[in-house]
């Protein structure tokens, strides 16, 4: 049914989708006769995102058909090498190890880790948790606590407004902090859909665009008003914004009095950031301020502001994406009773969706609590930044075990020495892992996965609304066949054939598996699409996807009696509000020659660790350049290439520096993703470096409520490196 006229004799192409990011990109795959993928390219016939397709899209063949992919189970070995092992046979070794533990630490020994290759494969994605949940273990981390955990964080100490922001398609401003979706192309109040070709065409129905961000990014460029702040000073600059808002009277009256009582209250919290005391502290023009607080809450009627990695990861950063959230609130960018909501749910189960507050749920308050800090459940996951001392500290509940499932923990939790002096304290640490990543190369078992193209897939549900403003899905079946010779499986059965091992009865979308017979990848795609409005065979059937916009849902009436509001400023943003120039003083301060800050970036040719070593993204990106202004080059005598050291508080790292005129002064902007393990001296200049050299999860570098340790907004020194 997707087979297509052959490009060339004994090629024949084949439709599906990317599954490396958010995009989830149409493409069209040319195979050979032995099903094996010849190349991508974007499907310029794809409703959804019209023909797009990036570089790393467009060179997924590689990583299928590499010499250094992982094609057989491999076992650490007494003499400290890796080797190939029968899969049945390491599947009765992991699970006999887990049975020791369990009987001799319990539960609590046995942590999973969930990455990006878990949350892009959807037939596998809930199988770690479903599995920590069968052997009854609380340990459950993923890369969402290291990322933007900040917006759970927010709309737990806010509320919950059901129906959601006003969408992108129907905006009439769209303000971003540190967001750059036209590169990254992850959606927060943005259409990823091909974002380049979207914002243009809001753009020509006359959407503004305000944009914070130190960088005149990818983005920023097509901005009405540029913000360029120094970085970890976002809640300066919203502090700001509100106070400009609220003095002039600019909020939605309305609503703030029916849905948020404590308005003062923040009024009064904000008073002090007056756009001359923000403009010094976070070294903006005070009129592009005030031009962008008029521009959001003024001029335009709709339309919301979102935050992404910039504010997140800086310190301060839960109450940044409050304050995100009050701009929000207190300009009524929210749907109302009778709007129309665009995405009411494909894979997740529609309901009605009523105009109410849903008051401060503080999900992390109830519940299960870390012994590490004492830190709640994020989604039922306890937060990443605590992991290492969950291993590493001695005591009742220490974790023993790890299963890390699509993700490459090593490279992605900060304090990089700490994370490898944990993973060595593991009693048991598997991997699935298609690559010899830096976790795959401490694991004591790696099992290799199919990957994209060989595994039938629907694209990523748990976001589905946010990579999707429309309810579209799709189906792809697998399309290309596995190497010769591979002994590679869709994800889910490893969960599942040591689950049996054990005894358990795995349980998805609260049904028990079958645990005689492994499902298929289909089965689990057919239950995990249960709840849709059509038969999962039709979604299978429909070769560029389904659009369900048939029956259109709107906004419903909330009851006028409800007594729930906001809480704009409970007492811990109060008091976050209070002394949080205090905590920047101390996070931030320029003093002790740290006269830089560290912006995180993403760069477009490479995706965090993933593929660093396949040749086409190695020639492009062959290391993570540190990137600065070049009239902070010139005043530190430095030229383009030269070795710099960059020292924080933490740690250093070497790297060289590159020009880059778009970023603003007095900030260094380095990816993460790349380098080697602490115990490997290859050098920056081979394989780049881990900027988790410079970062820390100690109590006194992180957020409180999500242990968010900070990656961005940190002070750095630099010095040419070859007089160090
Ligand atoms: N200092 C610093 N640290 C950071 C960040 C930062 O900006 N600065 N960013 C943070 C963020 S936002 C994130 S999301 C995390 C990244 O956290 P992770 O998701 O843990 O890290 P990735 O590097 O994306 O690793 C993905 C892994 O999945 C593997 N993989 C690829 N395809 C497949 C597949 O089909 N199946 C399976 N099973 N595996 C596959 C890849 O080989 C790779 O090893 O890092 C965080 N850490
Ligand atoms: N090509 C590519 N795409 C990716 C990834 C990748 O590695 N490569 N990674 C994926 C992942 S895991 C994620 S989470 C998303 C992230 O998606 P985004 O959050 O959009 O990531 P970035 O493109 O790095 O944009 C973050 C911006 O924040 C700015 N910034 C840094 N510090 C601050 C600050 O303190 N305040 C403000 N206001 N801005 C700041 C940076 O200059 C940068 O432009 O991207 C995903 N997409
Ligand atoms: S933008 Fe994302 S989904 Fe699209 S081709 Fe690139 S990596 Fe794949
Ligand atoms: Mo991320």
Redesign the pocket.
């Known amino acids: 049914m997707t087979t297509r006229e052959p490009a060339q004799p004994e090629t024949r192409e084949a439709l599906s989708f990317c599954r490396q ?3 989830m990109c149409g493409t069209v795959v040319t195979l050979d006769s032995d099903d094996h993928v010849v190349s991508v390219r974007g499907d310029r016939e794809d409703p959804s995102t019209l023909g797009y397709a ?1 570089f ?1 899209g467009l060179n997924a063949s590689e990583a299928h058909n590499s010499p250094d992919r992982i094609l057989r189970p491999l076992k650490r070995m007494p003499n400290g090498h890796l080797e190939p092992i029968e899969l049945e046979t390491a599947l009765d070794e992991i699970a006999s190890k887990l049975a020791e533990l369990l009987e001799s630490d319990g539960p609590e020994a046995i942590a999973g880790y969930r990455g ?1 290759g878990a949350f892009f494969t959807s037939s596998s994605v809930m199988m770690l948790p479903a599995f920590l949940q069968a052997i009854g273990s609380p340990k459950a981390y993923s ?1 969402v606590t290291i ?2 955990s900040a917006k759970e964080v927010a709309v737990g100490r806010l509320g919950v407004w059901p129906p959601g922001r006003t969408p992108f398609s129907r905006a009439d401003v769209c303000l ?6 036209l ?4 959606a ?1 109040g943005f259409d990823t859909r091909n974002p380049t070709k979207r914002l243009r065409a809001a753009r020509e129905r006359g959407m503004k665009l305000i944009v ?4 005149r ?1 990818e ?2 460029q097509h901005a009405d008003v540029h ?1 360029q ?6 809640c300066t ?1 919203l502090a700001g914004l509100l106070h400009i808002v609220l003095k002039e009277g600019w909020q939605d009256q309305d609503f703030c009095e029916r849905y948020a009582d404590d308005i003062e209250a923040l009024e009064r919290a904000v008073s002090r950031f007056s756009p001359e005391a923000v403009a010094r502290r976070a070294d903006v023009p005070a009129e592009t301020l005030r031009e962008a607080a008029r521009l959001f809450a003024c001029e335009c009627s709709t339309g919301s502001a979102a ?8 310190p301060g950063g839960n109450l ?1 994406e409050h304050l995100i959230e009050c701009l929000n609130v207190v300009c009524g960018r929210y749907l109302r009773e009778g709007d129309e909501i665009e995405h009411p749910g494909v894979i997740h189960a529609r309901h009605p969706i009523i105009a109410e507050v849903i008051p401060a749920p503080r999900w992390w308050e109830h519940g299960y609590k870390s012994r590490i800090g004492g830190f709640g459940q994020f989604s039922g996951e306890l937060p990443t930044g605590t992991l290492p001392d969950e291993i590493l500290e001695p005591g009742p509940g220490r974790v023993r075990a790890l299963i890390s499932h699509g993700g490459n923990p090593m490279s992605a939790i900060p304090e990089i020495e700490k994370v490898e002096r944990a993973f060595e304290a593991l009693d048991l640490l598997v991997a699935i892992e298609p690559s010899m990543s830096m976790t795959a190369q401490m694991a004591d078992y790696i099992l290799p996965p199919t990957l994209q193209y060989e595994r039938a897939d629907l694209p990523v549900w748990l976001w589905e609304s946010l990579a999707s403003p429309e309810p579209y899905t799709r189906y792809t079946p697998a399309v290309a066949q596995p190497p010769e010779d591979s002994c590679v499986r869709d994800d889910h059965y490893y969960f599942w054939a040591i689950a049996k091992r054990l005894g358990l009865e795995l349980r998805l979308f609260d049904e028990p598996l079958d645990m005689h017979t492994a499902p298929t990848t289909d089965e689990i795609l057919a239950r995990t699409a249960r709840d849709a409005p059509l038969p999962f065979e039709e979604i299978q059937s429909a070769e560029r996807g389904v659009l369900l916009d048939q029956e259109k849902q709107f906004v419903e009436p909330g009851d006028p009696e409800s007594p729930h509001r906001f809480s704009l400023v409970p007492t811990d943003v109060a008091e976050e509000l209070r002394c949080f120039e205090e905590l920047l003083s101390r996070s931030t301060s320029d003093e002790d020659g740290f006269g830089y ?12 660790s ?1 593929g660093l070593e396949l040749p086409s993204i190695k020639k492009r990106v062959p290391v993570n350049p540190a990137f600065m202004n070049p009239e902070d080059m010139a005043m530190e005598g430095l030229s383009e290439g030269d070795a710099v050291e960059i020292t924080s508080r933490h740690g250093a790292i070497r790297a060289r520096v590159t020009a880059d005129p778009t ?1 603003r002064r007095r ?1 260094v ?1 380095i ?3 790349f380098g080697k393990l602490p115990r490997d001296k290859t050098s920056y200049e081979d394989a780049g470096v881990s900027t988790n050299w410079l970062t820390s999860l100690d109590a006194t570098a992180r957020e409180t409520i999500n242990a968010m340790p900070w990656m ?2 940190f002070p750095l020194s630099i010095r040419r490196a070859d007089d160090a």
């Open positions: 990011c958010m995009g990036c790393k990006g890369s990322d933007q971003l902090v540190g967001a750059n979706p590169l990254s192309v992850s927060n914070i961000d130190p960088r990014t983005t920023a913000l702040p120094l970085p970890g000073e976002d600059l935050g992404a990695t910039g504010p997140d990861m800086s940044a800050r560290m912006a995180v970036r993403r760069m477009r040719d490479s995706n965090n993933a970023l900030v902007s990816t993460h993703g961005s907004g």
